[in-house]
């Protein structure tokens, strides 16, 4: 199977079928030296990472190939990228405007650079043929981040807040937020939860959290308020149309990108 047969299912998946800005088979016209080296990495991604870290390696990928070819077409492998390629492709990032029309967030445009600069640094390692003579991403590259917001609540903001969702009509963003809350799961996570993720073990109630970062599914103790609550949200559902605990008011199962529910909203 060629570079670009192999490399087409990600770009593929990736857009979820809509119509792609680029294609790697307009780069590959360009520089099929350097989408072979791209796809072969990929291969090896797809190994040990988690679906949506290939997803994000593939999209960062191909949006550098485009621009670092199309901005030098006698540029056609990735051992011939230099210094002056990367600072084009940051000046083109800070151009670059999103779907909503605005600039790329700070994050999007540091993460874009790491995921290049980490795709250097392993064909290096593994000692790619085509691989860069050195790495020329530096850390002095990145854009500083804006102020981070506060991660936490204090204790009486939390305490007034904990107050305000007790009396919350809505029970699934209830739950929702309750999970989140007493168990230290991630947002992901707490989507990923399957229908019959609570489950009796010894004395008590336990949720099965699907395999996160660590790998490896775990098991943490609920509750007995938390277990009510799963109960009353269950009866209130009905039947799990998605295989979810959780769902949108469709049956679809939530993901990252939908959000929690806020409070009063």
Same mark, same amino acid.
Request: net charge neutral; hydrophobic share 40%.
């Given at each position: 199977?060629?570079?670009?047969?192999?490399?087409?299912?990600?770009?593929?998946?990736?857009?979820?079928?809509?119509?792609? &800005?680029?294609?790697?088979?307009?780069?590959?016209? $360009?520089?099929?030296?350097?989408?072979?080296?791209?796809?072969?990495?990929?291969?090896?991604?797809?190994?040990?990472? $988690?679906?949506?870290?290939?997803?994000?390696?593939?999209?960062?990928?191909?949006?550098?190939?485009?621009?670092?070819?199309?901005?030098?077409?006698? +540029?056609?492998?990735?051992?011939?990228?230099? %210094?002056?390629?990367?600072?084009?492709?940051?000046?083109?990032?800070?151009? %670059?405007? *999103?779907?909503?029309?605005?600039?790329?967030?700070?994050?999007?445009?540091? =993460?874009?650079?790491?995921?290049?600069?980490?795709?250097?640094?392993?064909?290096?390692?593994?000692?790619?043929?085509?691989?860069?003579?050195?790495?020329?991403?530096?850390?002095?590259?990145?854009?500083?981040?804006?102020?981070?917001?506060?991660?936490?609540?204090?204790?009486?903001?939390?305490?007034?807040?904990?107050?305000?969702?007790? &009396?919350?009509?809505?029970?699934?963003? $209830?739950?929702?937020?309750?999970?989140?809350?007493?168990? *230290?799961?991630?947002?992901?996570?707490?989507?990923?939860? &399957?229908?019959?993720?609570?489950? =009796?073990?010894?004395?008590?109630? %336990?949720?099965?959290?699907?395999? *996160?970062?660590? =790998?490896?599914?775990? =098991?943490?103790?609920?509750?007995?308020?938390?277990?009510?609550?799963?109960?009353?949200? %269950?009866?209130?559902? /009905?039947?799990?149309?998605? /295989?979810?605990?959780?769902?949108?008011?469709?049956?679809?199962?939530?993901?990252?990108?939908?959000?929690?529910? +806020?409070?009063?909203?």
């Amino acid at each position: 199977m060629n570079a670009l047969a192999r490399i087409q299912p990600l770009e593929v998946r990736r857009r979820g079928g809509g119509t792609p &800005e680029v294609t790697w088979a307009e780069i590959s016209s $360009r520089a099929p030296v350097m989408v072979a080296t791209m796809a072969s990495y990929l291969d090896q991604l797809e190994v040990s990472a $988690r679906p949506g870290t290939v997803a994000d390696a593939e999209l960062a990928l191909r949006f550098f190939a485009h621009q670092v070819t199309e901005a030098d077409p006698t +540029c056609v492998s990735v051992a011939a990228i230099g %210094r002056p390629h990367i600072e084009r492709f940051k000046r083109w990032l800070v151009a %670059r405007r *999103g779907n909503t029309g605005k600039p790329l967030a700070t994050m999007t445009i540091r =993460h874009r650079l790491s995921t290049v600069r980490t795709f250097f640094e392993r064909i290096m390692e593994w000692d790619y043929e085509d691989a860069p003579a050195r790495l020329f991403i530096y850390m002095s590259d990145f854009p500083a981040l804006d102020e981070p917001l506060p991660k936490f609540l204090d204790d009486p903001t939390a305490a007034k807040f904990m107050v305000a969702l007790a &009396e919350d009509p809505n029970l699934r963003r $209830r739950l929702m937020v309750e999970l989140l809350a007493r168990t *230290g799961m991630r947002v992901g996570e707490l989507a990923g939860l &399957e229908d019959d993720a609570m489950i =009796h073990k010894g004395d008590g109630h %336990r949720l099965r959290i699907p395999i *996160g970062k660590l =790998h490896n599914d775990r =098991h943490v103790p609920l509750h007995p308020m938390l277990v009510d609550l799963i109960g009353e949200y %269950r009866a209130m559902r /009905g039947p799990s149309r998605s /295989g979810h605990l959780l769902e949108r008011d469709d049956g679809r199962p939530f993901d990252r990108g939908t959000g929690i529910p +806020c409070l009063g909203a």
